[in-house]
C-alpha cells in the first residue's frame, strides 16, 4: 500500500512538472514571457515586407526590449504592412528621427523589431509614425538572389571562353 502511494506522488510530480515545463516552453517560443498590464505609448511603422514577424515579437534598442509589436495589418492604399508598436511609458524618450528594421534572431531564431535611436531632441509621442523603415530580410529571395548573380557570372564566362 505504501509503495502505490508513493508511485501515485511520483506519478503527480511527474505530470506538474511537465505542465510546468509546457507552459515555460510557451512563453519562450511566444515571446510574450508574462507581461502585466504596463503603460505603453504606441507608435506605428510601415514596411514593404515584414516576413515572419508576429503579434507579440520584442521591440528592442540595443538589445534591450522596450516594448511588443501590437498588431500587424495591411494598408490597401499604400500597399504596406503597418506594424502597431507598444513602447513601454519608461523609454519615452526615443528621438523621433530614429529608424526601425526587421531583425531575425540568430539562424532559427524567430523575428523582432529593432529600434535604432537618431539624434534629434524632440521625441515619439503617443500615435506617431516612424519614417524610416528598412523590411525584413526574406532567406529565400536572398538565397535565389545569389543563386541567379552565380549563374549569370557562369554564363558570363562561358561567353567569354567562347569567344577568346
Not at 504592412?81 to 531564431?109: E, K
Amino acid at each position: 500500500m505504501r509503495q502505490a502511494r508513493a508511485i501515485e506522488l511520483s506519478t503527480g510530480l511527474f505530470v506538474l512538472l511537465g505542465f510546468a515545463s509546457l507552459f515555460f516552453m510557451i512563453t519562450q517560443i511566444t515571446n510574450r514571457g508574462l507581461v502585466f498590464h504596463e503603460q505603453n505609448y504606441h507608435l506605428t511603422a510601415r514596411f514593404d515586407n515584414v516576413g515572419g514577424l508576429k503579434v507579440g515579437a520584442p521591440v528592442s534598442i540595443g538589445g534591450v526590449t522596450v516594448g511588443r509589436v501590437e498588431s500587424i495589418d495591411y494598408d490597401i492604399k499604400t500597399y504596406k504592412a503597418v506594424a502597431r508598436l507598444a513602447i513601454q511609458s519608461r523609454y519615452d524618450r526615443v528621438p523621433n528621427d530614429s529608424d526601425v528594421a526587421i531583425y531575425t534572431a540568430g539562424l532559427l531564431g524567430g523575428q523582432y523589431v529593432g529600434l535604432s535611436p537618431g539624434g534629434s531632441e524632440t521625441y515619439f509621442k503617443d500615435g506617431d509614425q516612424i519614417e524610416l523603415t528598412q523590411s525584413a530580410v526574406v532567406l529565400e529571395n536572398l538565397i535565389s538572389k545569389f543563386l541567379f548573380d552565380k549563374a549569370a557570372q557562369g554564363d558570363a564566362k562561358k561567353s567569354e571562353g567562347a569567344s577568346k
